[in-house]
């Protein structure tokens, strides 16, 4: 009887010095993220998701460029090799300079798609382009 006493009071000892402790490291990781956030952000909330009022205008075969950040595939150059990710990305310049990443293989053309639905239901998406074939 006497040992099984020691062992719940051991046990509730070493639990409650358990939740101290973990608390207060907590508190000393929120106050360094509190302070580095503080530091780096801006003063706007921060925005995820907006209303899609436009939904029946939004052209999903653009996207959320448009016609108007579709890439001038007139003269392409090579740039840089992209070496994260999956699959295989090259950096490239278009007509007009401004620079793109092309990705080859099954991922591109899913992730097209998938960035226009996304963007038609109100996120905010990169901007896409599914080109089926291009000169370096």
């Known amino acids: 009887m006497l040992a099984a006493n020691t062992l719940r009071r ?9 939740i101290l402790s973990s608390g207060s490291v907590l508190l000393g990781q929120k106050q360094k993220k509190d302070t580095k956030d503080k ?10 998701w907006r209303e899609p009022t436009d939904i029946a205008s939004r052209d999903l075969f653009l996207g959320p460029g448009g016609a108007a950040m579709k890439p001038d595939l007139s003269h392409v150059t090579f740039v840089s090799v992209q070496a994260s990710g999956h ?17 080859f293989g099954n991922e591109a053309q899913p992730e097209t798609a998938a960035s226009r639905l996304v963007w038609a ?7 896409d382009y599914f080109v089926p074939d291009v000169n370096i």
């Open 87 to 103: 699959t295989k990305k090259w950096r490239v310049r278009d007509g007009q300079g401004r620079e793109w990443v092309v990705k």
């Open 39 to 48: 530091q780096t952000l801006p003063d706007a909330p921060a925005v995820l």
């Open 121 to 127: 239901a109100g996120y905010y998406t990169d901007i």
């Open 10 to 18: 051991l046990t509730v000892i070493t639990a409650g010095l358990i």
